[in-house]
């Protein structure tokens, strides 16, 4: 089965997005995995509308079902796009971005599936937001990442 996916997802209320699931490469994230690392990227197609909490979880659907059907990790790096109607102005959109899809993840899927938020500040005083999401069993595997991703902060 192709690591690379995407998917158009497209709902009731006239929101769509675009679902990409792609491997990283070594020369991307020089970190050493026993497993493939996937980038997941979720693009809003329609940027007026606000995303219900019914589409929301359709699309944690669609990662849990992905993750399901391959033993791999999630690489979730969280963009710094502003947000319309971000009502919650004191965070960033990064933060927000963060916050929402962890949140996400854990009310559906926390049973079967290990995860680890990562923080790191780099030289300028700049904050990224990471998740990484994969099997129960590989959560050694997601742990020994996470510690190389810390040790890139500057």
């Known amino acids: 089965m192709s690591?690379?996916?995407?998917?158009?997802?497209n709902f009731e209320d006239g929101n769509s997005f675009d679902l990409h699931f792609s491997e990283i490469s070594i020369d991307?994230?020089?970190?050493?995995?026993?497993?493939?690392?996937i980038d997941i990227s979720l693009k809003a197609?329609?940027?007026n509308l606000q995303t219900s909490a019914k589409d929301l979880f359709k699309i944690a659907d669609n990662v849990k079902e992905y993750l399901l059907e391959?033993?791999?990790?999630?690489?979730?790096?969280?963009?710094?796009?502003?947000?319309?109607?971000?009502f919650r102005q004191n965070i960033s959109p990064q933060q927000f971005r963060f916050q929402l899809f962890s949140d996400l993840f854990e009310?559906?899927?926390?049973?079967?599936?290990?995860?680890e938020n990562i923080i790191i500040m780099d030289a300028g005083k700049e904050f990224h937001y990471i998740c990484l999401i994969s099997r129960k069993e590989n959560n050694k595997e997601i742990e020994l990442i996470a510690n190389e991703l810390q040790k890139l902060q500057k």
């Open 3 to 9: 690591l690379n996916q995407s998917f158009i997802l």
């Open 28 to 37: 991307t994230l020089p970190i050493k995995s026993n497993l493939p690392i």
């Open 107 to 115: 009310r559906k899927n926390l049973a079967v599936f290990a995860k």
């Open 45 to 47: 197609n329609n940027a």
């Open 70 to 86: 391959r033993n791999v990790i999630l690489y979730y790096y969280c963009d710094t796009k502003p947000i319309t109607n971000n």
